[in-house]
């Protein structure tokens, strides 16, 4: 028996090693997933890293197809946003070591850090054991000055993960602490979640703004004082003078003529961190990710658009420095599963119809609770709100003469249930399983007003959570070159710490 076996096993070992050289097999994809993270040239001066949260190819393609039918063809037509004809393109994975959905704090992690972490963690490692020094840390370290910027709060994750380290996102108090403890030279936009320590289990805490100012920093808060910011004013704390309830900047589809934008506080930072050892400025457009949790196309595409013109702030510095720039442009994760196509519209899109609508979800929330408290509750009418819905929306209920679209019957009822939830106590709102779907965790009336006209436009979401999909990289600059092909999210940090040798001691 022995003798015959071990031919059989011989022949078999000798046929799977051939047959493995023509079958796809992990090692074939480990052999062409190799990306470049070693880079020998000349190390940028000027870095810049833009992240657009909740920002991946449907964001963008919704952005650019959006502005390409505003120039009003018959054939379909795009506009590109600038930093998408950037010389390098990569794609990006994005799961975490929970999950392939993941959140900003485990994203930012990878980017800023190149590890995988959990869901929350603020540059960390899974456990929470760990901490892990962020590439600013490190820049900072090799006397590059440090810039953070973003549109929400400046406490939020996805700044956070560049100048904190803590086990949970959460812990606001702890994060912005550590952003005044921290040596950095340009915070900008949003202000902080808990300032005085209100939920924190620290002893005595004291104002982040004391902490921050003790330590050398100057904190501007006004539109003048943010504009008068040079490069004299040393360690700068600018804080947008509009805030919302979560102290974010306004939507730019909310936001009035002459208040402050994302890209003002770039181009003020640039001014800010000039030096002759360079500066390293991270970017986030926050509420890109927050329009699509609440499935606001309009809004989303709007920030978009100024995320574009942040980074085109950027790129002046690029024209004029060619040799001494980097600028990266990503997202963390994709939100919303927003995509082209409905099958209510089947094979058609409507951009335009997008065009009608004048203000955010949040804009359009702070109408019903308006009528709410000015109206007697026997005396809730959905009909009262058609004049502000037409304002808001350009829906109609009926075909008046004037450019509105037109409700069909089965969406005007679906609007009537929904104004009967709005006008709800939230907390007598006992869904259904079909209306936790229908609504999420927004005012049933907005929600449903956005689907409507997202729908009408040929564009649909799947969740108010984040998916699963890869994100685009762009690149123009110094070894800009490393970031085309297809890579993990801990590569960026892989490769922007090779480019600016943020490793060698
Ligand atoms: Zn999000």
Not at 86 to 102: N, Q, R
Not at 168 to 194: H, T, V
Not at 282 to 300: C, L, P, Q, R, T
Not at 490 to 505: C, G, L, V
Request: aromatic share 10%; glycine share 8%.
């Amino acid at each position: 028996m022995k003798n015959r076996v071990l031919p059989i096993l011989a022949l078999l070992l000798v046929l799977t090693v051939a047959l493995s050289a023509f079958l796809p097999s992990d090692t074939f994809a480990q052999a062409f997933s190799k990306t470049n993270n070693t880079y020998n040239g000349k190390t940028p001066k000027y870095v810049f890293l833009f992240i657009g949260d909740g920002t991946s190819f449907p964001q963008i393609a919704a952005a650019e197809m959006y502005l390409g039918a505003q120039k009003k063809t018959t054939a379909p037509q795009t506009k590109a946003l600038d930093f998408t004809n950037f010389p390098a393109t990569g794609v990006a994975a994005t799961f975490d070591s929970d999950s392939f959905i993941p959140d900003s704090a485990s994203t930012g992690t990878s980017i800023a850090s190149g590890i995988k972490t959990g869901n929350g963690i603020i540059n960390m490692d899974p456990q929470k054991q760990t901490s892990v020094e962020p590439i600013t840390r490190k820049l900072k370290d090799k006397g590059y000055k440090i810039g953070v910027v973003s549109s929400v709060s400046i406490d939020h994750a996805t700044p956070a993960v560049f100048y904190a380290n803590e086990a949970s996102r959460n812990n606001y108090y702890e994060i912005g602490l550590q952003l005044a403890n921290s040596n950095f030279d340009y915070f900008g936009g949003g202000g902080f979640k808990d300032p005085e320590g209100k939920n924190t289990k620290m002893p005595n805490p004291q104002n982040i703004l004391d902490v921050a100012k003790k330590n050398g920093f100057t904190v501007a808060s006004t539109k003048d004082e943010i504009l008068q910011l040079n490069n004299n004013s040393g360690k700068v704390i600018a804080i947008n003078p509009e805030l919302d309830a979560d102290k974010a900047m306004p939507y730019e589809i909310d936001r009035k003529d002459g208040e402050l934008k994302l890209s003002d506080y770039v181009r003020k930072g640039i001014e800010v961190l000039d030096n002759k050892n360079g500066f390293f400025m991270m970017v986030e457009s926050g509420k890109i990710d927050w329009a699509n949790h609440a499935n606001d196309a309009a809004a989303s595409i709007h920030d978009t658009i100024e995320f574009n013109n942040a980074v085109m702030e950027a790129y002046k510095v690029y024209e004029k420095y060619p040799n001494d720039t980097l600028i990266i442009v990503t997202g963390d994760h994709e939100c919303g599963g927003l995509t082209i196509g409905f099958a209510g519209t089947e094979y058609e899109t409507f951009f335009n119809k997008l065009e009608k609508q004048t203000l955010s979800y949040i804009g359009f929330d702070k109408i019903i609770n308006d009528y709410k408290k000015s109206t007697k509750p026997e005396n809730y009418k959905f009909e009262d709100l058609l004049p502000q819905i037409k304002t808001a929306f350009g829906l109609t209920a009926s075909a008046d003469g004037t450019s509105g679209l037109v409700l069909t019957a089965s969406e005007y009822s679906r609007l009537q249930e929904a104004f009967k939830r709005s006008m709800e106590a939230k907390a007598d709102r006992n869904y259904t399983d079909h209306e936790k779907i229908i609504y999420g965790t927004y005012e049933p009336l907005t929600v449903t007003l956005t689907h409507i006209l997202n729908n009408k436009a040929g564009l649909s979401f799947t969740t108010y959570s984040h998916t699963g999909l890869p994100v685009p990289v762009y690149a123009v600059g110094l070894g800009h070159e490393l970031f085309n092909g297809s890579y993990d999210n801990t590569d960026i940090y892989k490769k922007m710490a090779a480019i600016t040798k943020a490793d060698q001691k």
